[in-house]
């Protein structure tokens, strides 16, 4: 059994089909019940408080193990859902990291991670990391403005990053959950190209049919908005990554198509799966 966290999520719900589909037993966790494909098992559980997992990883061979911002704030403490993990038997972990810990090393949220990293790392199972820059799927924020007004506001419009498809973490997160040949592997997950904030607008605009018009944020609005949803330092180390990258964030990494066999799915490929977000 593979035991996947944040299955409710850009990443978790398509690794969840993508391995039910494979024919493996999958136990979707999230905090709150929801519906899973058709022979998936859900355990609702709260990755902060470990042992509410014990009813989901008992058994388990496997998990797929992704932090929702809460477990970045001070006094969390996600090591103890790997030492659970190895406790009650699992013996492999694919830990959904950040392109950040090898880029911004210094950074707040940063340091946090690669001490969990460092954690898997000794803890004794299989383990492989995954190290996605920014998600296609950050989008979506403007879902509701495009249907309402037509607008997609965010700061640094002509700064772009290579935006990498939640579907394409899902995919390689399963090829680590299934395939020994990646095991101790070390994944840095981005899209083929550099796409701005501006370019975003236009690719959603012409999915749509109509326009859709881009209203550049300060800083301090961006951080506003996305403080409601995640701590103000991981607000912080992204707003310093999504306004100034630098030349490693900006590279285009080879590891999907290592992985994979075939290039990362642009920016495009993305919104046309999830226009109706925006209708």
């Given amino acids: 059994m593979i035991v996947v966290t944040g299955a409710t999520g850009n990443v978790g719900r398509?690794?969840?089909?993508?391995?039910?589909?494979a024919g493996e037993q999958v136990t979707a966790v999230s905090r709150h019940a929801t519906e899973v494909p058709s022979g998936v098992r859900h355990v609702a559980?709260?990755?902060?408080?470990?042992?509410s997992l014990e009813p989901a990883l008992a058994g388990a061979k496997a998990l797929f193990l992704l932090l929702s911002g809460d477990l970045h704030a001070p006094g969390a403490r996600p090591a103890d859902v790997v030492e659970l993990a190895a406790t009650l038997g699992v013996r492999r972990v694919v830990l959904l990291s950040s392109q950040g810990v090898a880029t911004r090393p210094l950074g707040t949220t940063r340091v946090a991670m690669r001490a969990l990293e460092d954690a898997v790392r000794a803890s004794g199972l299989d383990w492989a990391l995954l190290r996605p820059g920014g998600f296609a799927s950050n989008a979506l924020a403007w879902a509701e403005s495009v249907r309402a007004r037509g607008v997609a506001a965010a700061p640094f419009g002509d700064v772009g990053v290579p935006v990498v498809d939640p579907a394409d973490i899902a995919e390689v997160a399963a090829a680590c959950l299934l395939g020994e040949q990646h095991t101790y592997g070390v994944y840095e997950l981005t899209g083929p190209e550099v796409v701005t904030?501006?370019?975003q607008t236009e690719a959603i605009a012409a999915a749509l049919g109509s326009p859709v018009r881009f209203q550049e944020l300060t800083r301090d609005e961006a951080k506003a908005g996305m403080a409601r949803f995640v701590?103000?330092?991981?607000?912080?180390d992204t707003l310093?990554?999504?306004g100034s990258p630098n030349p490693a964030e900006l590279r285009i990494s080879p590891d999907v198509e290592r992985v994979l066999g075939r290039a990362p799915r642009p920016f495009a490929d993305w919104v046309a799966r999830n226009i109706a977000a925006f209708r």
Avoid: G, V, Y
């Fill in 14 to 21: 398509p690794l969840t089909r993508a391995l039910a589909e």
């Fill in 231 to 236: 701590p103000a330092e991981l607000a912080d």
């Fill in 45 to 51: 559980a709260d990755l902060r408080e470990p042992s």
């Fill in 197 to 199: 904030p501006r370019q």
């Fill in 240 to 242: 310093d990554i999504i």
